[in-house]
């Protein structure tokens, strides 16, 4: 294998190629783990070497790299240098260029009511070194190739830094809508030249729960919550100082700047009655500098209109203004966001309920109880002391929600999602909360529906809350219902396309259910959560297909014949989110997508999925039910479970995985549930099959192959989510299923044992073999291969244009196979040893082959140490023994080095394997 990198590359490249086409005549070849086994053999012969083999993924990752850069853009409908904002504007003025335009008021009411939210979340997908992320955005954003050499795998992210990444992209958000708006203003004064500077607009709106979302999370106390929500309101405020420097508005936001600056610096890392009273003495003595309302501002601002000396001087005013009107005291609007049964737990306390929600003998008499307690709940004050010593979680959120509103900023209402809601008891809980604390005015309830169950029960849910007259006069006080979407966990249960389907139909439900309480005419807001990858419900084709696969037209139009505002909302989770935000150009295009869509006009005629909806009901309830039967399948967990995890990194500060670690390493991992979303998906990703996406698709195509292409060539809707399966096939391939099983499979080894002429090779092969049989993987693994292959082959029968994964892709996975298949070989050889706080050469084998090689190494150098005894070279003042201990430098340079080098490579391989499937998970 001599020659430069770009050779090497290309010759393996060659080798897979022709492995590939040799296995469509030999049924019983496997190219995948063929190439592998060459690329072990070359390691062997000297052909090869580490550092020459890292070289070659060092250039697959950057050439992977500038191709998702490409996607970006296309992605965006990105195009340098161009200006989407004026053109948008002017058709909203005046929709027919050679008519007169819409009435003032008309304009007025389009462009000032909120439209849509985008939403930065802190899900784990910060999957690229910061200046990584960053030289891709820009390359995205200049069109040209990014620079190569750089790292690609991520360093350990914590909350603080998370924090600084959303508010960097959010700042580059309100940038861009200060573009719209400017547009927007500057289409009425050309129209309307004396009123335009009335004008707020804001259709688009930003918001976050990055720091405030304490679904799952312990490490996220009251005072942190507090502690960043001041900074979002310090952020807002330099902001409108540094657009209107030398202006009394500026000399009032930088006194109030101050003022927050002050009550951020009293508030404690950890809390003490005395930190916490300290806190609560700088928090209300110092409220009224440091505002908690616009109104100070906003008299501001007409007097600074009124004396604006031209027009380029009023709209600087004007959209300074309609930023400040959008989002408040806050750089972005705020989400809380926790679990059902900690509000379940926060209000039995208090009301001495001995039912449990899911109980439906008493379902009726937990209702009545909840409601008799909301008819006569009084307000009780509350303080920071009474936070300190709160003690439920739920109560302590609304607490400080409540606290929130009252000290920081009484503006904008406060978002509090509650996940895993699957009873109306949830949401009458958490409003009996928000009355208890005096906060009702200042909180939106919103659940979140994301299990097959919850989207299945979700009309069934809010029927049982909108029957209480609480709960409808509280909807009434805010003027709409606020629900959320999810997409991850549904989507793995029972596969993104029937997700979405199960979405989609109680989205249509609303209108009947609303109409029903007597709650016609208030807003709908939606708010989908999903990913950047197709596993979780980010659509791949563009942004604008996104939001229609996420809020159909049809869907919109159905809310709006029903007299009802709808609201939409769409989350940007983590690293992977933000890359949309990431410049200027990929901020401005990513807005005007959002904007494009959300003022599209609605369709005029029914899409054939709604009109002949007897096969499409059919077809989305085959790929749950097979979807379904696959995460039962105990061979689909050994899938995910059997070195998936040590494929991934940790990508966030939040937990990657519900796992009990103990010195014998992570917990078996028996079903998917023990994975958390992200990586669950991202081992998809890592194994080379997208199932969440895929599996099912070959059922329920066979089911009737005519109806379902002529449906995919008639329907928007149903072409719009077939694309979803079109790039899970682009990033999926059975062989490399096949090869990741088979290196599972003690029978490979056994046969590579068998044949190998290499002296010593046998024994070691032998020992890979032994252990990998204890795991008992193989049987449940082939009987998933089948499962997996006889899908497949029924949907390329039907569908044989379907893409394929390219070389390149499937090159990567045998590079990494070839380095795990290395590495195992080399932990064989790891000396015997006697137990060490519970642990074995064994159970450190075992680890190592689960792929958890980091701690393993780290526990066998604290056995093996390669320095000498500390002691050696001291004089004691005494005649002393002859060095007897042992040195193990050997053992460090011939076996743990190299494991740690080659346990990189993998990873290397497989922040590759993201960039070309172009999301972490």
């Excluded at 508010?167 to 289409?187: H, T």
């Excluded at 906003?298 to 709209?315: Q, V």
């Excluded at 062989?735 to 002429?757: F, K």
């Excluded at 029924?794 to 380095?819: G, T």
Aim: proline fraction near 7%; include cysteine.
């Amino acid at each position: 294998m001599d020659g430069t990198t770009p050779d090497l590359l290309q010759r393996l490249l060659g080798r897979m190629r022709d492995a590939r086409a040799a296995s469509a005549q030999d049924p019983f070849g496997d190219p995948v783990l063929l190439t592998a086994l060459s690329v072990s053999r070359g390691l062997d012969d000297g052909s090869l070497d580490l550092a020459r083999l890292g070289d070659i993924i060092q250039q697959l990752a950057d050439d992977a790299m500038a191709g998702r850069a490409r996607r970006l853009a296309r992605y965006l409908g990105h195009a340098p240098g161009a200006d989407p904002f004026p053109a948008l504007a002017q058709r909203l003025a005046r929709p027919d260029p050679l008519d007169s335009p819409i009435p003032f008021a008309a304009y007025r009411a389009l462009v000032e009511r909120a439209r849509f939210a985008a939403v930065f979340t802190a899900h784990p997908t910060f999957s690229l070194p910061l200046a990584t992320h960053a030289a891709l955005a820009a390359a995205a954003s200049t069109g040209e190739d990014p620079p190569r050499g750089l790292p690609h795998r991520p360093a350990p992210v914590t909350l603080a830094e998370e924090f600084e990444q959303a508010c960097a992209a959010i700042l580059r958000g309100r940038d861009a809508l200060d573009e719209f708006a400017g547009a927007l203003l500057d289409a009425a004064r050309a129209i309307w030249p004396d009123r335009w500077a009335q004008l707020r607009p804001a259709p688009v709106k930003l918001a976050t729960w990055v720091g405030y979302d304490t679904d799952g999370r312990t490490d996220i106390g009251w005072w942190d919550t507090l502690r960043l929500r001041l900074t979002m309101k310090r952020m807002q405020l330099e902001r409108l100082a540094a657009q209107l420097p030398g202006t009394a508005i500026a000399e009032r936001a930088e006194q109030a700047v101050d003022a927050v600056n002050m009550q951020i610096a009293s508030i404690p890392d950890r809390p003490t009655p005395a930190a916490v009273q300290a806190m609560a003495a700088e928090m209300l003595g110092r409220r009224e500098a440091a505002m908690t309302d616009l109104a100070p501002l906003l008299t501001l601002f007409d007097a600074a209109l009124d004396e604006a000396p031209d027009d380029a001087a009023r709209r600087k005013l004007a959209v300074a203004r309609a930023g400040l009107v959008a989002h408040g005291l806050s750089l972005a609007h705020t989400h809380v966001r926790l679990n059902a049964t900690q509000v379940h737990n926060a209000v039995r306390q208090r009301l001495d309920i001995t039912t449990a929600p899911e109980d439906m003998a008493q379902r009726r008499t937990l209702l009545a109880q909840v409601n008799a307690a909301l008819a006569n709940v009084r307000a009780r004050p509350v303080d920071y002391g009474a936070l300190l010593a709160e003690q439920a979680s739920a109560a302590k959120l609304m607490m400080n929600v409540a606290q929130i509103a009252k000290h920081v900023d009484q503006t904008a209402p406060i978002r509090f999602l509650i996940a895993e809601t699957e009873t109306g008891f949830t949401l009458l809980a958490a409003l009996w909360l928000a009355r208890h604390f005096g906060c009702e005015r200042h909180v939106e309830i919103s659940p979140l529906f994301e299990t097959a169950d919850a989207l299945e029960r979700g009309e069934r849910v809010l029927d049982e809350a909108l029957r209480s007259p609480s709960f409808r006069d509280y909807l009434r006080l805010h003027g709409r219902l606020c629900l959320q979407f999810g997409y991850s966990d549904s989507g793995r249960y029972v596969g993104q396309l029937a997700a979405s389907y199960l979405v989609e139909r109680l989205k249509l439900r609303l209108a009947e259910l609303l109409r029903k309480h007597g709650l016609s005419g208030i807003e709908v807001v939606l708010f989908d959560t999903h990913g950047e990858s197709i596993g979780r419900g980010g659509h791949p084709d563009s942004l604008s297909d996104r939001l229609d696969y996420l809020f159909p037209p049809q869907a919109r139009a159905a809310l709006a014949e029903a007299g009802l505002p709808a609201r939409e909302e769409s989350s940007f989770q983590g690293g992977d989110g933000y890359l949309l935000w990431a410049t200027p150009e990929l901020a401005r295009a990513t807005v005007a997508r959002i904007a494009e869509h959300a003022f599209a006009g609605l369709p005029t005629g029914l899409d054939p999925i709604y009109t002949e909806s007897d096969y499409g009901a059919d077809f989305f309830a085959t790929l749950r039910r097979e979807v379904q039967a696959l995460v039962a399948d105990p061979g689909y967990a050994a899938l995910l479970g059997g070195f998936g995890p040590g494929l991934i990194e940790r990508t966030g500060s939040r937990p990657s995985a519900r796992q009990a670690d103990g010195v014998g390493g992570p917990a078996r991992l028996t079903h998917p549930s023990q994975l958390r979303a992200i990586p669950n998906n991202a081992i998809l990703h890592q194994v080379g099959w997208l199932a969440n996406t895929l599996h099912g698709l070959g059922a329920a195509v066979a089911a009737n192959p005519e109806a379902f292409h002529d449906l995919r060539a008639r329907s928007p809707r149903f072409r719009r989510a077939l694309g979803m399966a079109l790039r899970a096939a682009e990033c999926s391939d059975i062989g490399v299923v096949r090869a990741v099983i088979g290196t599972l499979d003690p029978g490979t080894w056994l046969d590579r044992a068998e044949a190998t002429q290499r002296p010593g090779r046998r024994e070691a092969l032998l020992c890979v073999a032994d252990p990998l049989d204890a795991m008992e993987l193989e049987a449940p693994l082939r009987r998933l291969y089948r499962r997996l292959k006889a899908d497949q082959l029924a949907l390329r029968a039907a569908w044989p244009e379907l893409p394929q994964m390219p070389e390149r892709l499937v090159l990567l996975h045998a590079l990494r196979l070839a380095l795990i298949h290395r590495l195992w070989l080399l932990a064989v050889r790891v000396p015997e040893f006697s137990p060490r706080h519970g642990a074995t050469r064994e159970g450190v084998l075992t680890r190592i082959l689960a792929l958890d090689v980091e701690p393993a190494l780290t526990l066998l150098e604290q056995i093996f140490p390669a320095a000498p005894d500390p002691v050696t070279g001291l004089d004691f003042h005494e005649p002393s023994a002859p060095d007897e201990g042992p040195s193990y430098g050997r053992e460090h340079a011939e076996i743990f080095g190299p494991m740690r080098q080659m346990f990189d490579l993998v990873r290397n391989c497989s922040a590759a394997v993201s960039h070309e499937v172009g999301a972490f998970g």
